[in-house]
């Protein structure tokens, strides 16, 4: 942190600042300038103590000049990070996943398993438990959808990524899922986040669809600190005043999480769009800025849905649509996973 006192300051009050900083146990270090003083510390692990520094007299602000995320950060660890999940190594390429919102019924889901299986996609999405923003919606299948999801993965070898809604049910869907979906609703659910931080499993974590790229990144520090060193992170859209997708599929956020972060980044340009009909630009346009995957709601009837159909490709859009992300992977030099 950096507190920068005000012109006016006089010497008693920035010796008063640091004597303050000293009593947290802090360094400070006087910096004059021409204008005004300034005081670094150093030795806080965190902005601890800003509140209290900015209430006294001749303070006018104190900055973080360190980011709260350290785990998660490029800065501790250069290297991109890659982990190798059921046939495919997220962070080494572009890596699908793809499936329907929800998981309906046995025949649908291993339908739908098939049909990705044959074109060479190792994970499938599939929510068992949905968290619907109307209690009378459709809420999923529940334990018998995570019955149907180990059924299918035995039957297919297909890796499943699917949605821990709360704390309750964590210990069940980790002994099916491949990857943890954390949805966006959930983003700062700190109880869920610190109880899948010891899970086995690697953590998806959908950025909240009201959060700033720090309290993202914080929230997967969450997951590292806790123990979790396996965390993706996909953007699927924020709030913002436009309606004309459900919400705003950020795409400038990968260079910016690529910068600042070694964690993997997807794209999920179902919820980001909304509508099937935009969902193939955005594929594409992801794999350009250089996000590591997407991840696809895809329906064998979309009409049939019971959830999120309006978004969701059949099965003809989603191989169409494969078929261009591949020339398009050659010219980038990314593998397709
Ligand atoms: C989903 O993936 O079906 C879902 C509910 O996503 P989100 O949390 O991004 O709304
Ligand atoms: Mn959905």
Same mark, same amino acid.
């Given at each position: 942190?950096?507190v920068?006192?005000?012109a006016?300051? %006089?010497?008693?009050?920035i010796?008063?600042?640091?004597?303050?900083?000293r009593?947290? *146990?802090?360094?400070p270090h006087?910096?004059?300038?021409?204008?005004?003083?300034?005081?670094?510390?150093?030795?806080?692990?965190g902005?601890e *103590?800003?509140?209290?520094?900015v209430?006294?007299?001749g303070?006018?602000?104190v900055v &973080?000049?360190?980011?709260?995320?350290?785990?998660?950060?490029?800065?501790?660890?250069?290297?991109?990070s890659v982990?190798?999940?059921?046939?495919?190594r997220?962070?080494?390429?572009?890596?699908?996943?793809?499936?329907?919102?929800?998981?309906?019924?046995e025949?649908?889901?291993i339908?739908?398993?098939?049909?990705?299986r044959?074109?060479?996609?190792?994970?499938?999405r599939?929510?068992?438990?949905?968290? &619907?923003?109307?209690?009378?919606?459709?809420?999923?299948?529940?334990?018998? *959808?995570l019955?149907?999801?180990?059924?299918?993965?035995?039957?297919?070898?297909i890796g499943?990524?699917t949605?821990?809604?709360?704390?309750?049910?964590?210990?069940?869907v980790?002994?099916?899922a491949d990857?943890?979906q954390?949805?966006?609703?959930n983003m700062?659910?700190?109880?869920?986040?610190?109880r899948?931080?010891r899970a086995?499993?690697?953590?998806?974590?959908?950025?909240g669809m009201?959060?700033?790229?720090?309290?993202?990144?914080?929230?997967a520090?969450?997951?590292m600190?806790?123990g979790?060193?396996?965390?993706i992170?996909c953007?699927?859209g924020v709030?913002?005043?436009a309606?004309?997708?459900?919400? %705003?599929?950020d795409?400038?956020?990968?260079?910016?999480?690529?910068?600042l972060?070694h964690l993997?980044?997807?794209?999920?340009?179902?919820?980001? %769009?909304?509508?099937?009909e935009y969902?193939?630009?955005?594929?594409r346009?992801?794999l350009?800025?250089?996000a590591? *995957?997407?991840?696809?709601?895809?329906?064998?009837?979309p009409?049939?849905?019971?959830s999120?159909g309006q978004?969701?490709?059949d099965?003809?859009?989603?191989?169409?649509?494969?078929?261009?992300l591949?020339?398009?992977a050659?010219?980038?030099?990314?593998?397709?996973l």
């Amino acid at each position: 942190m950096l507190v920068v006192m005000n012109a006016s300051a %006089t010497r008693e009050q920035i010796d008063a600042v640091a004597a303050r900083i000293r009593q947290f *146990g802090y360094e400070p270090h006087v910096i004059p300038g021409a204008t005004r003083t300034a005081i670094g510390i150093t030795g806080n692990r965190g902005p601890e *103590g800003r509140d209290v520094l900015v209430m006294l007299p001749g303070v006018e602000d104190v900055v &973080r000049v360190t980011a709260g995320y350290k785990l998660v950060s490029r800065e501790t660890h250069t290297e991109a990070s890659v982990f190798s999940i059921a046939g495919t190594r997220v962070g080494d390429g572009f890596t699908l996943i793809a499936g329907p919102c929800a998981v309906e019924s046995e025949s649908m889901t291993i339908e739908s398993a098939r049909f990705l299986r044959g074109l060479g996609v190792n994970l499938m999405r599939a929510g068992a438990f949905k968290p &619907r923003t109307s209690p009378y919606a459709f809420q999923g299948l529940g334990d018998e *959808g995570l019955r149907i999801l180990a059924k299918v993965k035995q039957e297919t070898g297909i890796g499943i990524v699917t949605e821990v809604l709360d704390v309750e049910n964590a210990a069940a869907v980790e002994e099916v899922a491949d990857v943890l979906q954390v949805g966006t609703r959930n983003m700062q659910n700190y109880a869920l986040l610190r109880r899948l931080s010891r899970a086995s499993k690697p953590v998806l974590l959908k950025r909240g669809m009201a959060a700033t790229v720090e309290e993202w990144l914080l929230a997967a520090e969450y997951l590292m600190a806790g123990g979790n060193r396996q965390v993706i992170l996909c953007e699927r859209g924020v709030r913002t005043f436009a309606d004309h997708t459900r919400n %705003t599929l950020d795409l400038s956020i990968i260079p910016v999480v690529k910068h600042l972060s070694h964690l993997p980044v997807i794209i999920d340009p179902s919820h980001g %769009t909304g509508r099937a009909e935009y969902v193939p630009a955005m594929s594409r346009a992801a794999l350009a800025a250089g996000a590591d *995957g997407l991840i696809v709601e895809v329906h064998p009837r979309p009409r049939e849905a019971l959830s999120d159909g309006q978004q969701s490709l059949d099965f003809a859009t989603f191989e169409r649509m494969y078929a261009t992300l591949k020339p398009l992977a050659r010219v980038l030099d990314v593998e397709l996973l």
